[in-house]
Nanobody, 114 residues
Framework: QVQLVESGGGLVRAGGSLRLSCAAS????????MAWYRQAPGKQRELVAS???????AISDSVKERFTMTRIRSKNTWYLQMNNLKSEDTAVYYC????????WGQGTQVTVSS
């Protein structure tokens, strides 16, 4: 099994930045890819970014110019760097491991005030 713990969410003003972290533990060798999702109130969960192994991240068109996804392999930690945040980025952000041991984190709230 894989356990995922997100952190780094919070309240930020429009135009600000946040960096979310997703720390993985357990059977991390079974992680094939990692993804970040978000779910705004009253909306469906949507894919924001994903990364397979050491490859380049795939970023949703809706945030492509502002978000990026990185990884520190030695720490089994993935990051979502979010710049120039907008009110529509307000959501709970989740990371999800994909592979033989798929798992979801508990989520971290991001609130962007206008």
């Amino acid at each position: 099994q894989v356990q995922l713990v997100e952190s780094g969410g919070g309240l930020v003003r429009a135009g600000g930045s946040l960096r979310l972290s997703c720390a993985a533990s357990g059977s991390t060798d079974k992680i094939h890819a990692m993804a970040w999702y978000r779910q705004a109130p009253g909306k469906q969960r949507e894919l924001v970014a994903s990364r397979t192994g050491g490859g380049s991240p795939a970023i949703s068109d809706s945030v492509k110019e502002r978000f990026t996804m990185t990884r520190i392999r030695s720490k089994n930690t993935w990051y979502l760097q979010m710049n120039n945040l907008k009110s529509e980025d307000t959501a709970v952000y989740y990371c999800r491991s994909i592979g033989a041991a798929s798992s979801w984190g508990q989520g971290t709230q991001v609130t962007v005030s206008s």
